[in-house]
């Protein structure tokens, strides 16, 4: 059987993580987590590196 609640979760994660595809372009990640982040972030928000 499946449990709603992990099922609801996994849906909520990936959502979080999705950008369409006219908006990646726009989008970088960082060199050293591979979190997606603005080009206008001087640092990572995530991991503290710094972006070029």
Same mark, same amino acid.
């Given at each position: 059987? @499946?449990? =709603?609640?992990?099922?609801?979760?996994? @849906?909520?994660?990936?959502?979080?993580? $999705?950008?369409?595809?006219?908006?990646?372009?726009? @989008?970088?990640?960082?060199?050293?987590?591979?979190?997606?982040? /603005?080009?206008?972030?001087?640092? +990572?928000? $995530? +991991?503290?590196?710094? =972006? /070029?």
């Amino acid at each position: 059987m @499946i449990d =709603l609640s992990q099922w609801h979760q996994a @849906i909520k994660a990936a959502l979080e993580d $999705y950008i369409p595809d006219e908006e990646e372009e726009k @989008i970088g990640a960082c060199p050293k987590c591979g979190k997606k982040v /603005s080009p206008d972030f001087k640092l +990572c928000p $995530y +991991c503290g590196c710094r =972006l /070029s």
